[in-house]
């Protein structure tokens, strides 16, 4: 079956440690992004690749960073530099930019 | 700048009442819309899509959309509500740069 894989489900950081979400898909899809949510404000765009090699800076990138080395894979990594990491953090991907997008099931991050 | 309303932040209808949720956006050029749905815990499954052409819009699960341009909105149907549709809701809309703006979300309790 082709889909969004995300892990893992649950994450724990400790307190100036860095971690890395990872974000897989067999869809054959160009363009791929990830958003966090939180209650009550729906999703807020983090970053996004509309191709491989290439990615641009969400609405809230700051304390975050990705990589886009293939077309597969699009993994988030949570610096230090992010005070308030706790939230669900949601993987998508589409065909291209514009059409919809698929999403994976989400990892809930928490600080330890 | 683009934005999405959703006004109510919180529904609750009887199992079999028809349900409305409401969606207003804010864009200048022709607008793709999207309405999604997520379970507790799960990520977004997209339940119908408007791009251009016919404004009343089929999707899955029973659910239709309409677009009146002249108001703004996208919202959200369904003639009888079943109890497997509490979840929350998500409407969205896609701008040029193939960014997804999403509201806030409504939350549909279903009552027996």
């Known amino acids: 079956d082709g889909g969004i894989t995300q892990s893992p489900k649950y994450l724990f950081r400790k307190e100036g440690q860095n971690v890395t979400l990872s974000c897989e898909q067999n869809?054959?899809?160009?363009?791929m992004y990830w958003y966090r949510q939180d209650p009550g404000q729906g999703l807020r765009l983090i970053y996004y690749s509309q191709i491989v090699n290439d990615f641009q800076k969400g609405d809230i990138a700051e304390g975050y960073s990705v990589s886009r080395e293939k077309k597969e894979s699009f993994p988030l990594t949570v610096t230090s530099a992010q005070k308030n990491p706790t939230a669900f953090y949601l993987c998508?991907?589409?065909?291209?930019?514009?059409?919809?997008?698929?999403f994976g099931d989400g990892t809930r991050l928490s600080i330890l | 700048a683009q934005s999405v309303t959703q006004p109510d932040i919180h529904i609750t209808v009887s199992e079999g009442a028809s349900l409305e949720l409401r969606c207003n956006y804010s864009?200048?050029?022709?607008?793709?819309l999207f309405w999604y749905v997520q379970s507790p815990g799960q990520g977004l499954q997209l339940l119908l899509k408007?791009?251009?052409?016919?404004?009343l819009v089929q999707g899955i699960k029973g659910f239709e959309a309409e677009f009146k341009r002249s108001q703004s909105s996208f919202n959200l149907r369904k003639p009888s509500v079943h109890w497997s549709d509490a979840a929350e809701y998500f409407c969205?809309?896609?701008?040029?740069?193939?960014?997804?703006?999403f509201g806030q979300g409504t939350t549909l309790q279903v009552k027996p």
């Open positions: 408007y791009f251009s052409g016919d404004t």
């Open positions: 864009y200048g050029a022709t607008p793709y």
């Open positions: 869809l054959n899809h160009d363009a």
């Open positions: 998508a991907s589409s065909i291209t930019s514009n059409q919809p997008q698929h």
């Open positions: 969205a809309v896609g701008v040029k740069t193939g960014k997804l703006i």
